[in-house]
């Protein structure tokens, strides 16, 4: 990806957290649109159960700095990984996929900004 591309999409997350999530630090999220294959992955659906969303697997093992694939199933809404400790925060569009990149080695339990309740319990292990 070309050096303007990244610096484009970098401008656009801080942006986008600054509305979502005031009180992460934009230096310490990264989030991009870029997809790689052999990521470790997290995905996102909707379920006619009880919770109603699911993040699958509930706790993911990674290691900081290694880009985290997060795709969103669900057609009907967004959500989020958002850590309970505010190290980090990505929104993912219905259907799409973004980037998650974990700033720091640490257990970090997530949630997600528009249904607090309404997921599975979830974490990231990092490294
Ligand atoms: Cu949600």
Redesign the pocket.
């Known amino acids: 990806m070309r050096t303007a591309t990244k610096l484009i999409i970098a401008l656009m997350v801080v942006v986008g957290l600054g509305f979502t999530a005031g009180a992460v630090a934009g230096n310490e999220a990264h989030a991009t649109t870029a997809i790689k294959a052999d990521n470790p992955t997290i995905t996102?659906s909707a379920q006619g159960t009880t919770p109603p969303?699911m993040y699958s697997p509930a706790q993911l093992n990674a290691k900081a700095g290694q880009p985290i694939t997060v795709k969103n199933d669900?057609e009907n809404?967004?959500?989020?990984v958002t850590a309970r400790d505010r190290s980090f925060s990505v929104d993912v569009p219905p259907k799409s996929t973004v980037t998650l990149t974990i700033p720091k080695a640490g257990s970090f339990p997530y949630y997600?900004?528009?249904?607090a309740d309404?997921?599975n319990q979830a974490s990231i292990n990092a490294s």
Do not use: F, K, N, P
């Open positions: 996102i969303y669900d809404g967004v959500h989020s997600c900004t528009y249904h309404e997921h």
